[in-house]
């Protein structure tokens, strides 16, 4: 535990020197070398421990009426750990070349950088944590750090306001974290989680229920579940790219590390709280799904498929519960192991599509869709690594998202002695599952395909370029660890192999060791096939490169119907191209068309622009609205001195808190 309190200590050392009067660029070198620092010393006891060596515990003593503070190292902590910490500081290295810009401005940077390092302090409170303060602290941190981080461009209005939204929904997830702590403190009356744990595994029933119902609000919130999503297109949308995607990779998987945490606790589900998880992760990865299709602005784009793959992750977690309720170790094996495993995959595979935006938007200032084309001739290493994160995030192979879908696949099509009805809506959420890899699919397609291919659609936008270095390395660390996860796929099971075992100690493991070895038999096949088509394309692209190159003679068509000249206008917009998708889903992509028609013999202005809004959004602001106005409305036929009103609102405050305390079986101790 000595290593991890080194670790934190460094990292909080790093952010006060980042402060310091002295140059941008000394400031970003000491946050880059403290992060590297405290990944290194923390990785010197993260890694044994996930391997299989003993949890490591602490303790620190603390005032009253906090108390003693416990930390414990164990699997599911040293899982999350082991690749947030590098990932953190692989996004510093990639803010160096997205904040070139100010770097010979008066603009402090060394605060964005300090900042970097207190989402890497957080993760260490949180993934140790016993104690709930200690958990709630490196909870806010995070939050607080985060927002801090979106709003780097404060001066933009639509900046500020996603700030705001995204500050605001995750306070409001914090009350529901802090409601279901109340709950298990007044039971308790302890802070730490094992008591919490004991409490909940022997006390099944309606408050339990309760205090699950709160928990899976908060960490829905924190983790951008439908429909608790709204602020996270607009929060990527706004924030700098390495943010967007340090947010959607690492830092908002602290929502799922508390879900499996606390599923952990609870000892032995209720049954309906396994299909409750998978009913809620479905609808989550279904319209995180679809609102992909019709996204203009790629950070958007990206943003809703993460609210996709946490259902996807959410769909393993909830299998993995039925199997803790049915006595079935094969399913929480396939379960749980599957959502942790896609969880690892999406943190690469997402920052490297983040990535890949940042640098289209440092090289053209936008990511509008309608307004690119043709970057793959000028970006070739983006492209590629656009496209590999784009294969695994469809869940195709040889890369690595296959490999986690695969053992989710498994657990719903589990050969495991269950009712007949239970096996058909497991058979009906595949079918689900499959619909969403197509969605995903067909929206990947369609932005690669309108932004690296075809022809430049906006003359007015600068001369396309590779980025900087500063970029590259860290997105083709990020494909490299894509591609290699998909084809050793059992390198990824390895680090899930230590936080599953944790959900089953109290399980017989026999059927699970024949499920997962068969698992991992079929996916080691699928690696070999894998490596070798990676390998066959790898020696393809390079024989082009190397090859050298003839001029080839223009051919055009005799009758070439105006397709012998194309102009970009003739172009498939991203639009058109989900148009005819798009039309089956109205009810829930909600499309609005800005248009101008064409007017006169020789039009000089005329438009189309299609935008596809969030329907969830959309309502929660017209109910704000509307209640604003009714509000405003009733205050003004109420007269301030009439003692009627008084007298009503403190009889109605009495009964309300008469209520609560009979809830409560009594006054609280």
Request: glycine share 10%; with cysteine; hydrophobic share 50%.
């Amino acid at each position: 535990m000595n290593q991890l309190i080194l670790a934190v200590l460094i990292l909080m050392l790093g952010a006060g020197l980042c402060l310091l009067p002295i140059r941008n660029a000394t400031r970003a070198g000491i946050g880059l070398v403290s992060q590297a620092l405290a990944t290194t010393v923390a990785w010197s006891v993260v890694i044994p421990v996930l391997l299989g060596s003993p949890d490591i515990t602490g303790e620190m003593s603390w005032a009253y009426p906090i108390g003693d503070l416990h930390f414990r190292l164990d699997a599911l902590g040293a899982f999350f750990l082991s690749w947030s910490l590098p990932m953190t500081f692989l996004g510093g290295v990639y803010a160096v070349g997205y904040m070139d810009k100010y770097f010979s401005t008066p603009r402090h940077l060394g605060v964005h950088f300090a900042l970097l390092n207190m989402i890497s302090v957080s993760f260490l409170l949180v993934y140790t944590g016993e104690h709930t303060v200690t958990f709630l602290f490196g909870w806010e941190i995070a939050a607080l750090a985060a927002w801090l981080l979106v709003i780097w461009d404060y001066p933009n209005e639509k900046v500020r306001f996603a700030g705001f939204n995204y500050l605001v929904s995750t306070h409001i997830g914090l009350i529901f974290l802090v409601a279901a702590v109340m709950i298990l403190y007044t039971r308790t009356h302890s802070w730490f989680l094992d008591d919490f744990g004991d409490w909940m595994s022997h006390n099944p029933g309606t408050l339990r229920n309760t205090v699950f119902l709160l928990l899976v609000t908060s960490f829905g919130l924190k983790s951008a579940f439908f429909p608790f999503h709204s602020w996270l297109p607009r929060a990527h949308a706004a924030a700098p790219a390495h943010v967007s995607a340090l947010m959607s990779g690492v830092i908002h998987k602290a929502g799922l590390y508390a879900l499996v945490r606390f599923i952990l606790l609870l000892g032995k589900p209720d049954e309906w709280m396994g299909w409750f998880l998978i009913v809620f992760s479905v609808i989550s990865a279904l319209v995180g799904g679809l609102y992909t299709v019709g996204q203009r602005d790629l950070k958007r784009l990206l943003g809703y498929s993460s609210t996709e793959n946490v259902g996807i992750a959410g769909i393993g977690f909830g299998i993995g519960c039925l199997g803790l309720t049915w006595d079935s170790p094969g399913l929480v094996a396939l379960g749980f192991g599957g959502g942790l495993l896609h969880v690892l995959n999406h943190a690469f595979f997402k920052c490297q599509l983040f990535y890949a935006a940042g640098c289209v938007y440092q090289v053209k200032h936008v990511v509008d869709l309608e307004r690119l084309g043709g970057l793959f001739k000028l970006m070739p290493i983006t492209a590629l690594c656009f496209i590999v994160g784009g294969i695994a995030i469809s869940a195709l192979p040889p890369f690595n998202g296959f490999a986690s879908e695969f053992m989710i696949y498994s657990g719903l099509f589990t050969g495991e002695s269950i009712g007949v009805w239970a096996k058909l809506t497991l058979g009906l959420v595949a079918a689900a599952l499959a619909f969403v890899g197509a969605v995903s699919a067909l929206s990947i397609t369609r932005a690669f395909g309108v932004i690296f291919l075809g022809n430049s659609r906006d003359s007015s936008l600068p001369e396309g370029r590779e980025a900087s270095r500063w970029m590259l390395v860290p997105m083709g660390i990020h494909a490299v660890g894509t591609i290699v996860l998909g084809v050793v796929p059992v390198l990824g099971l390895a680090m899930v192999a230590g936080p599953t075992a944790l959900l089953m100690r109290a399980m017989s493991n026999g059927v699970a060791t024949v499920n997962m070895q068969s698992t991992m038999e079929i996916l080691t096949r699928v690696g070999l096939i894998s490596g070798a088509l990676v390998l066959s394309v790898g020696l393809v692209i390079w024989w082009r490169l190397k090859s050298p190159k003839t001029p080839q003679p223009m051919l055009n068509a005799t009758w070439g119907c105006g397709y012998g000249a194309p102009t970009p206008r003739m172009q498939y917009t991203g639009a058109s191209f989900s148009t005819d998708f798009a039309a089956h889903f109205k009810s829930i992509m909600v499309l609005i068309k800005r248009k101008k028609a064409p007017t006169g013999y020789f039009p000089d202005d005329s438009y189309v622009i299609t935008d596809c809004v969030d329907s969830v959004e959309r309502r929660l602001y017209s109910v704000i609205s509307h209640g604003d106005e009714t509000a405003t409305d009733l205050s003004r036929k109420m007269q301030e001195d009439d003692p009627r009103l008084a007298f009503s609102a403190g009889l109605a405050a009495l009964v309300v808190i008469a209520a609560l305390v009979l809830l409560a079986e009594g006054v609280l101790p």
